[in-house]
């Protein structure tokens, strides 16, 4: 079966489990793999918020199979659903004229006290990567409301026109909307501001919310940029998720007569909205795994000429040690984050990331023979994440600082009880820290890490023969985790189990729902490193399973992907060596 249709048949699945954003997206990677995938598109139609959109995917559909009539039946139906809400609309506002004709003093009267506390419930937005530009908080009552939006409404209109000045994004509909859709952030201070946004990105739908706040001082006024990071879709990076400072504050010079003017010339200003628009670009990049283009849009960001100064520059630097630790430049990641402590020593994500990437340095002689990390890169990845722990005070909540902390932890500990260290509890009690702040979905930006911390805790008790509680742990890891590569590798740790227990059957469905789950993974544009170990880690389960022909053809897939002697070459070459012939 084709990888479209794999996807296809996965998002069946979720959506019985209720599941439709997962759902979704595993849709629209089976179109951007085959546009012409019919089922892909009657799901989507199917699931569709709005029937503008629904009837889209259905004319998208009808030209696939011009001749099918149930198609053809669903956009009469749709068509007529439309006009009939249209009705419906002009019906309920020609009632509401009729008595604003005959009420018209009491409506005077009621205008200025009732309308403006009607909370009307916002449009949730349709496109695949949403961006939101709200309104900015007053952060002084001398302020007049009206400076405050024409300052909202001329960064909006540059970041607007930035975005359509870099074109669009052939492989993803990015949609933007301004203040004018949306109520303005509120909060004294950057974690209630923070909060506000995370509460208007679930309500809307919005993958990156931008705001900030305005402050009138003797000779003008202050803007403070911020955005803020949706959890869902950056499963991959979870240290990109939550609040951002975006650069220094950005002064306006300027009386209440001026303003119009000054903050039409104000060249920070120009210089912000370009720089936010490269970022926004290259994050909506990293969303769909495109992370050489991510990285170009993230650097392109970080040039000097568009910095006056370096006050709040850390997160592009962060972003761009994202993207590189994608491709696994390593080099380039621990540059990029050293420049961001640099910026700012207190800098908790920056440390975050380098405890990580040591980590895996450490790692890097898993993929030998024989497992032997290098103590030194454990030690440095220890003493990264122990420098994040003593800056978390300083940090958003929403970067989840000690939770990262405890994960990364964790690992180093499991690490070293594998190699015969007693630092079994040690390792259990840093993931349980983990799931005692996720607590059970009460912060979702944290039901990733959560999934990989039920699976660390599978593997210490499958160590210590705790099989069943092994198994639950799997399956708590398989019931959170939105990563196709990792549900394939949870799937193929219970295989694994099972088949140590004499359980073929269960095994053998084990191993091939692994198999489903890695070539999702395949349809994603990973590095060929990363197909490569997806190609060898379906090679196993098909050898597993006994089928040699399959298991040849996906070892000789993955050694297409690596370079000739490279160490992961040598090895998939001998595992493909010993299948039998």
Same mark, same amino acid.
């Given at each position: 079966?084709?990888?479209?249709?794999?996807?296809?048949?996965?998002?069946?699945?979720?959506?019985?489990?209720?599941?439709?954003?997962?759902?979704?997206? =595993?849709?629209?990677?089976? =179109?951007?793999?085959?546009?012409?995938?019919?089922?892909?598109?009657?799901?989507?139609?199917?699931?569709?918020?709005?029937?503008?959109?629904?009837?889209?995917?259905?004319?998208?559909?009808?030209?696939?199979?011009?001749?099918?009539?149930?198609?053809?039946?669903?956009?009469?139906?749709?068509?007529?659903?439309?006009?009939?809400?249209?009705?419906?609309?002009?019906?309920?506002?020609?009632?509401?004229?009729?008595?604003?004709?005959?009420?018209?003093?009491?409506?005077?009267?009621?205008?200025?006290?009732?309308?403006?506390?009607?909370?009307?419930?916002?449009?949730?937005?349709?496109?695949?990567?949403?961006?939101?530009?709200?309104?900015?908080?007053? =952060?002084?009552?001398?302020?007049?409301?009206?400076?405050?939006?024409?300052?909202?409404?001329?960064?909006?209109?540059?970041?607007?026109?930035?975005?359509?000045?870099?074109?669009?994004?052939?492989?993803?509909?990015?949609?933007?909307?301004?203040?004018?859709?949306?109520?303005?952030?509120?909060?004294?201070?950057?974690?209630?501001?923070?909060?506000?946004?995370?509460?208007?990105?679930?309500?809307?739908?919005?993958?990156?919310?931008?705001?900030?706040?305005?402050?009138?001082?003797?000779?003008?006024?202050?803007?403070?940029?911020?955005?803020?990071?949706?959890?869902?879709?950056?499963?991959?990076?979870?240290?990109?998720?939550?609040?951002?400072?975006?650069?220094?504050?950005?002064?306006?010079?300027?009386?209440?007569?001026?303003?119009?003017?000054?903050?039409?010339?104000?060249?920070?200003?120009?210089?912000?909205?370009?720089?936010?628009?490269?970022?926004?670009?290259?994050?909506?990049?990293?969303?769909?795994?495109?992370?050489?283009?991510?990285?170009?849009?993230?650097?392109?960001?970080?040039?000097?000429?568009?910095?006056?100064?370096?006050?709040?520059?850390?997160?592009?630097?962060?972003?761009?040690?994202?993207?590189?630790?994608?491709?696994?430049?390593?080099?380039?990641?621990?540059?990029?984050?050293?420049?961001?402590?640099?910026?700012?020593?207190?800098?908790?994500?920056?440390?975050?990331?380098?405890?990580?990437?040591?980590?895996?340095?450490?790692?890097?002689?898993?993929?030998?023979?024989?497992?032997?990390?290098?103590?030194?890169?454990?030690?440095?990845?220890?003493?990264?994440?122990?420098?994040?722990?003593?800056?978390?005070?300083?940090?958003?909540?929403?970067?989840?600082?000690?939770?990262?902390?405890?994960?990364?932890?964790?690992?180093?500990?499991?690490?070293?009880?594998?190699?015969?260290?007693?630092?079994?509890?040690?390792?259990?009690?840093?993931?349980?820290?983990?799931?005692?702040?996720?607590?059970?979905?009460?912060?979702?930006?944290?039901?990733?890490?959560?999934?990989?911390?039920?699976?660390?805790?599978?593997?210490?008790?499958?160590?210590?023969?705790?099989?069943?509680?092994?198994?639950?742990?799997?399956?708590?890891?398989?019931?959170?985790?939105?990563?196709?590569?990792?549900?394939?590798?949870?799937?193929?740790?219970?295989?694994?189990?099972?088949?140590?227990?004499?359980?073929?059957?269960?095994?053998?469905?084990?191993?091939?729902?692994?198999?489903?789950?890695?070539?999702?993974?395949?349809?994603?544009?990973?590095?060929?490193?990363?197909?490569?170990?997806?190609?060898?880690?379906?090679?196993?389960?098909?050898?597993?399973?006994?089928?040699?022909?399959?298991?040849?053809?996906?070892?000789?897939?993955?050694?297409?992907?690596?370079?000739?002697?490279?160490?992961?070459?040598?090895?998939?070459?001998?595992?493909?060596?010993?299948?039998?012939?």
């Amino acid at each position: 079966m084709k990888i479209d249709d794999d996807l296809v048949r996965q998002a069946t699945k979720l959506l019985k489990q209720n599941e439709k954003e997962s759902a979704r997206s =595993l849709l629209k990677r089976a =179109l951007i793999i085959n546009p012409k995938n019919e089922k892909a598109l009657l799901k989507l139609a199917d699931i569709a918020e709005k029937l503008n959109l629904r009837l889209k995917y259905l004319n998208d559909a009808q030209k696939i199979s011009p001749t099918d009539s149930h198609i053809q039946i669903e956009i009469l139906n749709t068509k007529e659903k439309i006009k009939e809400h249209r009705r419906s609309f002009w019906n309920r506002t020609n009632i509401f004229i009729a008595v604003l004709s005959s009420l018209v003093t009491i409506i005077s009267f009621l205008w200025f006290q009732i309308i403006p506390t009607f909370n009307h419930t916002t449009p949730k937005m349709s496109g695949e990567w949403n961006v939101a530009v709200a309104g900015f908080a007053n =952060l002084d009552t001398d302020l007049q409301s009206a400076d405050v939006e024409l300052i909202q409404n001329v960064f909006f209109n540059r970041f607007k026109q930035e975005m359509q000045d870099l074109g669009d994004n052939a492989n993803l509909v990015v949609q933007v909307r301004g203040a004018d859709r949306f109520t303005s952030i509120s909060g004294g201070s950057a974690e209630e501001r923070a909060s506000e946004a995370g509460k208007l990105a679930n309500e809307i739908n919005a993958d990156m919310v931008i705001y900030g706040n305005v402050q009138q001082v003797e000779d003008g006024y202050v803007l403070q940029p911020e955005f803020y990071i949706r959890a869902e879709n950056y499963y991959e990076a979870e240290e990109l998720i939550g609040q951002h400072r975006f650069g220094g504050p950005i002064s306006i010079l300027a009386t209440r007569d001026t303003l119009p003017s000054q903050i039409q010339l104000n060249i920070e200003l120009t210089r912000r909205s370009k720089i936010l628009a490269l970022v926004t670009r290259g994050l909506s990049l990293y969303l769909i795994h495109s992370y050489d283009q991510a990285s170009q849009f993230f650097t392109q960001a970080n040039q000097d000429d568009l910095w006056q100064n370096s006050i709040g520059r850390e997160s592009v630097y962060l972003f761009q040690a994202n993207a590189a630790l994608q491709q696994q430049k390593y080099d380039q990641v621990i540059l990029a984050l050293d420049q961001a402590i640099k910026i700012n020593p207190d800098y908790g994500r920056g440390y975050i990331g380098l405890g990580i990437v040591h980590y895996i340095l450490a790692s890097e002689s898993a993929n030998q023979i024989s497992f032997t990390p290098d103590g030194q890169e454990l030690r440095l990845s220890i003493d990264f994440y122990e420098k994040a722990l003593s800056v978390a005070g300083t940090q958003p909540s929403s970067a989840e600082i000690p939770s990262k902390a405890a994960f990364g932890m964790g690992q180093i500990y499991l690490t070293k009880w594998i190699l015969g260290e007693d630092t079994r509890e040690r390792s259990i009690e840093e993931f349980q820290k983990v799931l005692t702040r996720y607590a059970d979905g009460q912060e979702p930006q944290l039901q990733e890490l959560a999934a990989e911390s039920h699976a660390r805790l599978a593997v210490i008790y499958r160590q210590d023969d705790q099989i069943d509680t092994a198994l639950a742990e799997f399956q708590q890891a398989l019931r959170l985790s939105t990563s196709p590569a990792r549900k394939g590798l949870y799937h193929a740790s219970i295989s694994a189990i099972y088949r140590q227990q004499g359980d073929t059957p269960q095994a053998d469905s084990e191993s091939s729902l692994a198999i489903e789950q890695y070539q999702i993974a395949l349809a994603l544009p990973v590095s060929d490193k990363s197909k490569a170990l997806y190609w060898a880690k379906i090679a196993e389960q098909y050898g597993l399973l006994q089928n040699t022909a399959q298991a040849v053809d996906a070892y000789e897939n993955a050694l297409k992907l690596l370079p000739v002697g490279s160490p992961d070459y040598e090895i998939y070459q001998q595992h493909l060596q010993a299948l039998p012939h």
